[in-house]
């Protein structure tokens, strides 16, 4: 079982001692400012005099050193760190008893295999491998801030911006990187359970585990079809394109529970149930054929296109049991065949159907092979989009990004005292032409087709989206309206609507 209050333990600990090493410095800073502005008021751009004496001072204050006991810090650390280890040992010794316990005779009450001793402590260098790194990570964290303030208040001063204003920047920048602290603390105490438990496992013999999530909601796609699922320690699975163990990947929960074989993993029972699960709902055509009409229709009362024409040229197909992509997401184009593929097991149908309907318009009907969406006759409507205030807010997320172990780009999402993380890719694949021109359809097809059935989905597949992502990709009926004109005008030059 993942430590989740030895976690969240060291996470505040990890925290506590990066804001305390950042808001010293602050303090100094920000009395500084109002020194220096004697008789500059707090709402008037900085005088020149005025910046150099506090870029002198900030000169002087950094040549000081840290504000961090190292010493201190580092023995914080590792207690920490020790008691994690203490957890793996212990969940690893239950697990391992368990595993053996099942496996003896019920005749003679003897063990088929004796119990492994696991001992007490791993070797000190793991452990103060990671104190080390971890209490660079802090330093590297408060040299950053630093850079931050100075960077703050040279932009102000160029760009004229007001002391009250530099002030409250400095300020704000502080919560900015406490999100990125919670981030790599939460990171570093899942990679060093991962990787305590997987010494232990292989010290006692065990030669692989099956794959545990904590079954939320917060598990990864590509971690939750992991589950249950039998793999050896010399050969870890691939996750998002790295062969990786439990914890390995950034913030990873998941965990290695020991096994000798596949036959102790649930992995074969799961995809049969799941498969029978999958053919069961397959049969169910009309629910799928309903979905699918209904997106057409709706298509056909806002834009002049025949739907028998859209029926002659596109298939809607079920996804296979087989399909990779099942139960990763509810459908895909293929441009190639001119073909959807829709999982009949999830929700959000008709928005599915006209999303995907939209990437065939996009490639197939407007662009006769290519994008059009990324075309010159689609300047336009990519204007309007980067104006938009929800693609700032994505354009503001990727500016938060890291590079994590994996060699991955990680972006941080700051909701009041939690944190959120997502991937570069997986953002840049959002934020692509394409992808906004099939979410605009969604949105632009609901408001003018006024079907309700259609408002209600997009609404949940909003709310659902801020909830577990924590922010939103689509826009408010407001902030869409540059967008729909765009839109008008391209349709209007098509034909499709007067």
């Known amino acids: 079982m993942f430590p989740l209050a030895l976690e969240k333990q060291y996470s505040a600990l990890f925290v506590r001692e990066f804001r305390a090493s950042v808001e010293g410095y602050n303090r100094e800073v920000l009395s500084a400012l109002k020194r220096e502005i004697k008789s500059d008021s707090l709402d008037v751009q900085m005088r020149a005099d005025s910046f150099t004496d506090l870029m002198i001072f900030i000169s002087r204050l950094r040549e000081k050193g840290d504000f961090i006991n190292a010493s201190e810090l580092h023995r914080k650390i590792k207690g920490q760190f020790s008691q994690i ?3 793996a040992r212990d969940k690893t010794e239950a697990s391992i008893e368990k595993l053996f316990k099942s496996m003896q005779p019920k005749t003679d009450g003897k063990r088929y295999l004796p119990t492994v001793n696991i001992s007490k402590g791993l070797d000190s260098n793991l452990i103060d491998e990671y104190t080390k790194t971890n209490v660079g990570l802090i330093e590297k964290l408060s040299q950053s801030h630093r850079d931050d303030v100075e960077k703050i208040i040279k932009k102000g001063f160029s760009e004229g911006f007001s002391t009250n204003a530099i002030a409250g920047a400095i300020r704000d920048r502080i919560g900015v990187n406490t999100s990125k602290a919670r981030f790599w603390a939460n990171d570093q105490a899942g990679k060093f359970f991962g990787h305590a438990t997987r010494l232990r496992q292989k010290r006692a013999g065990i030669p692989g585990y099956v794959w545990r999530t904590l079954e939320d909601g917060r598990v990864r796609d590509s971690h939750g079809i992991l589950h249950g699922k039998f793999f050896n320690w010399d050969a870890p699975p691939s996750v998002g394109g790295h062969h990786l163990h439990p914890g390995e990947d950034y913030r990873c929960r998941c965990f290695a529970e020991p096994a000798l074989s596949e036959a102790d993993g649930d992995a074969n029972r799961i995809n049969k149930m799941r498969h029978k699960h999958i053919e069961k709902r397959i049969e169910v055509d009309n629910d799928i054929k309903k979905d699918v009409s209904k997106a057409v229709d709706i298509y056909k009362s806002v834009l002049n296109i025949d739907s028998s024409e859209i029926k002659q040229k596109l298939k809607v197909l079920k996804m296979k049991p087989d399909d990779p992509d099942l139960g990763l997401s509810s459908g895909y184009y293929d441009p190639k065949t001119q073909e959807i593929f829709l999982d009949p097991g999830k929700s959000f149908g008709i928005t ?138 391209i349709f209007k030059k098509q034909g499709w609507i007067k």
Do not use: P
Not at 360 to 387: E, I, N, Q
Not at 453 to 477: A, P, S
């Open 85 to 87: 280890d203490a957890w």
């Open 352 to 489: 599915t159907v006209i999303h995907e309907m939209a990437h065939w318009l996009d490639h197939t009907v407007l662009g006769k092979g290519m994008l059009a969406s990324k075309t010159k006759a689609f300047r336009k409507f990519r204007k309007a989009v980067k104006k938009s205030m929800a693609f700032k807010e994505m354009q503001n997320i990727k500016k938060s990004k890291i590079t994590v172990d994996s060699g991955e780009l990680i972006c941080f999402i700051y909701i009041k005292d939690k944190t959120k993380a997502v991937s570069v890719a997986w953002l840049d694949y959002i934020m692509a032409d394409e992808e906004i021109f099939a979410r605009s359809m969604e949105q632009y097809l609901s408001i003018l087709s006024a079907n309700k059935e259609l408002r209600k989905q997009l609404k949940t597949k909003k709310e659902e989206f801020v909830k577990r992502k924590g922010f939103n990709h689509y826009w408010t009926d407001e902030d869409f309206m540059a967008i729909k004109e765009s839109l008008d005008s």
